[in-house]
T-cell receptor, first 113, second 111 residues
């Protein structure tokens, strides 16, 4: 079946603008994760959703970052008033449940000028 | 202490060599362990899960040492195509769920 998809694949924006990133998980996967990866760096956990439970937002770096998920389907990550340090690849992953194998999407490459 | 720690490398090894990576974790109650592989400018992909009894998949062997709180990955007969960054993942599923990725160990296999 289809894997995790993300859109857009690339996004260039100006400092101060808001951006919205989308993730479509694998159908039936109840857990969905967002990560940030800066160039040459490791994965930085941002947030995860598990079913209808309250999301774990402990990794969000500031209140400019927020994420939503509709049921057990699509999720959007919103970054308000973008800053240059927000430039990174934003990766989404899903798994059947938390703790199981995560399947990653191709990521959205965000560049803030 | 970081929750999950890996030697960033790079490990530069010749083709055919055997190479081993370790990954230490701080939460003794961690329950699930994985190794992922990430190629340059690509997303991470599961390489193998790590079981308490140890497990092998072809040239790759993963082991878990709960007493010392580390997992290991052994690659035998290294191929050029093994060049990548190897990420360890530790999951805690107790009263709350937490998945932590290590920052990765870079492997470069040299002809």
């Amino acid at each position: 079946g289809a894997g995790v998809s993300q859109s857009p694949s690339n996004k260039v924006t100006e400092k101060g603008k808001d951006v919205e990133l989308r993730c479509d998980p694998i159908s039936g996967h109840t857990a969905l994760y967002w990560y940030r990866q800066r160039l040459g760096q490791g994965l930085e956990f941002l947030i995860y959703f598990q079913g209808n439970s309250a999301p774990d937002k402990s990794g969000l770096p500031s209140d400019r970052f927020s994420a939503e998920r509709t049921g057990e389907s699509v999720s959007t990550l919103t970054i308000q008033r973008t800053q240059q340090e927000d430039s990174a690849v934003y990766l989404c992953a899903s798994s059947l449940v938390v703790g199981e194998t995560q399947y990653f999407g191709p990521g959205t490459r965000l560049l803030v000028l | 202490r970081k929750e999950v720690e890996q030697d960033p490398g790079p490990f530069n090894v010749p083709e055919g060599a055997t190479v081993a990576f370790n990954c230490t974790y701080s939460n003794s109650a961690s329950q699930s362990f994985f190794w992922y592989r990430q190629d340059c400018r690509k997303e991470p992909k599961l390489l193998m899960s790590v079981y308490s009894s140890g497990n092998e998949d072809g040239r790759f062997t993963a082991q878990l040492n709960r007493a010392s709180q580390y997992i290991s990955l052994l690659i035998r007969d290294s191929k050029l195509s093994d060049s990548a960054t190897y990420l360890c993942v530790v999951t805690y599923s107790g009263g709350y769920q937490k998945v932590t990725f290590g920052t990765g160990t870079k492997l470069q296999v040299i002809p």
